[in-house]
């Protein structure tokens, strides 16, 4: 059986210990510990709470929607699915932004050096 609507039930973060109650969320589909940002992986579509997986999903990116809306991208630790989850008003803002900048922080190439911007020279 799926369960689609607001279940309004709070959780303990198996990454971090913290409690979490809907209350401050800003909606009752808190999917994610608003201290560490991590979930577990528990649904197959949006809701449903039918995946067999329930293995930990770590934060590892930002993105924003066209409406405008963060959303955290998770992928998960055992299987490796990505998923996509709307922040909530009370989220970790300093871990968000964090997140979203770990790839200008630790980009994949140098910065510096003669490969640097494809070999241009930096006068």
Not at 31 to 50: A, F, Q, V, W
Not at 83 to 91: E, G, L, Q, V
Not at 97 to 116: H, N, R
Request: aromatic share 6%; with cysteine; glycine share 12%.
């Amino acid at each position: 059986m799926k369960n689609r609507g607001p279940t309004g039930e709070s959780f303990v973060c198996k990454v971090c210990g913290t409690n979490n109650v809907p209350d401050g969320a800003g909606t009752r589909h808190r999917n994610h510990c608003y201290n560490c940002l991590s979930c577990l992986h528990l649904d197959d579509e949006p809701g449903d709470r039918l995946s067999m997986c329930g293995g930990i999903m770590d934060p590892i990116g930002v993105w924003v929607r066209k409406d405008g809306e963060w959303a955290v991208i998770h992928r998960c630790r055992f299987c490796g699915e990505l998923r996509s989850n709307r922040i909530a008003a009370d989220d970790n803002p300093v871990l968000l932004l964090s997140i979203a900048l770990k790839p200008l922080a630790q980009p994949p190439f140098p910065l510096s050096g003669p490969t640097a911007f494809g070999g241009l020279r930096q006068d």
